[in-house]
Every structure is written in structure tokens, then in C-alpha cells.
């Protein structure tokens, strides 16, 4: 099994910058690709950020393009998500997500419990 912890989430005023963390541990040498999902109230859950193993493969929902940055270190088995220039649409728990395959676009395996991001305006 794999577990993952978020950190970072909280209130931030619109415009303004959050860096979350994501720590794997456990059996990590099954996971490859990492990414960052949201869910707001009352919505579907969206990807917001995805990145290859080797991180010179990414994905960026069309809402946070521009704004957030995905970046991963492996010796530290750590997954972060820069996010800049927040906008009150941005609020909603975020979750870390591994997965077994090297694509960016396939199954995630593992999900951490989340944490709020909140923008206010």
C-alpha cells in the first residue's frame, strides 16, 4: 500500500499564492505518475495537475494553466502544487493521487484524505 499526505491548504485573499505538499510512503517504488485532483461543493471532482515519474511529462487542467505548477522530487518522495494568482473559483479540497501507470492519463491508485484550499474575494 501506498499512503499520502497533504499539507499546505488554507485561506488565502484572491490573487494571492498557496504551495501544497504531498508526501508518499509506504510501497512508493509502485508509483509513477502523480497528480493533484479538486473537488468544490455541489461539483464533480476535476484534475487539476498530473506529472510523468520522471517529470518531463505534464498535464494542466484548462482552469489552472498559467497559474499552477506541478513539480515533483523523488529522492523525497514528494509531490507539490504551486498555485499563484488564486481566484475564489479555486476553492475546494485537493487531493494528492498516485498511480501504478506511467501515463498521465490513466488510473490513479492511491488518494490522500485532502486538504481545504479556501480564496476569498
Known amino acids: 500500500q501506498v499512503q499520502l499526505v497533504e499539507s499546505g491548504g488554507g485561506l488565502v485573499q484572491a490573487g494571492g499564492s498557496l504551495r501544497l505538499s504531498c508526501v508518499a510512503s509506504g510501497r512508493t517504488f509502485n508509483v509513477y505518475t502523480m497528480a493533484w485532483f479538486r473537488q468544490a461543493p455541489g461539483k464533480e471532482r476535476e484534475k487539476v495537475a498530473a506529472?510523468?515519474?520522471?517529470?518531463?511529462?505534464?498535464y494542466y487542467g484548462d482552469s489552472v494553466k498559467g497559474r499552477f505548477t506541478i513539480s515533483r522530487d523523488n529522492a523525497k518522495n514528494t509531490v507539490n502544487l504551486q498555485m499563484n494568482s488564486l481566484k475564489p473559483e479555486d476553492t475546494a479540497v485537493y487531493y494528492c493521487a498516485a498511480s501504478r501507470e506511467s501515463s498521465l492519463y490513466g488510473d490513479y491508485n492511491y488518494w490522500g484524505q485532502g486538504t481545504q484550499v479556501t480564496v476569498s474575494s
Open positions: 506529472i510523468t515519474w520522471s517529470g518531463l511529462r505534464t
